[in-house]
Nanobody, 118 residues
């Protein structure tokens, strides 16, 4: 059984930082592209950042320069370091694993809430 478990969400003031983690079980993430997505209330889920199995990264424009995605294959984990958070970053954050050999092989975590508010 494949599971992706996110952690690290919470309430933070504007300008603050959070580090999200997503640990996978049941798959070897070294052959997966890993990503973070988010969904705010009333909005569609959107891409935040992706890191390929080879380490190439892509970021959505709203988070460029503030967020950093990284991976540790030995720990089967992907991270999202979020700095200089703003209220517009408030959302449920989901991690995703997509097999590099077949995009139809795709897994999601259950999500973790991030709330940016004073």
């Amino acid at each position: 059984q494949v599971r992706l478990v996110e952690s690290g969400g919470g309430l933070v003031q504007p300008g603050g930082s959070l580090r999200l983690s997503c640990t996978a079980s049941g798959i070897d993430v070294s052959i997966y592209n890993l990503g973070w997505y988010r969904q705010a209330p009333g909005k569609q889920r959107e891409l935040v950042a992706v890191i390929t199995r080879r380490g190439a990264t892509t970021y959505a424009d709203p988070v460029k320069g503030r967020f950093t995605i990284s991976r540790d294959n030995a720990k089967n984990t992907v991270y999202l370091q979020m700095n200089n958070l703003i209220p517009e970053d408030t959302a449920v954050y989901y991690c995703n694993a997509e097999a590099a050999y077949n995009s139809h092989v795709n897994y999601w975590g259950q999500g973790t809430q991030v709330t940016v508010s004073s």
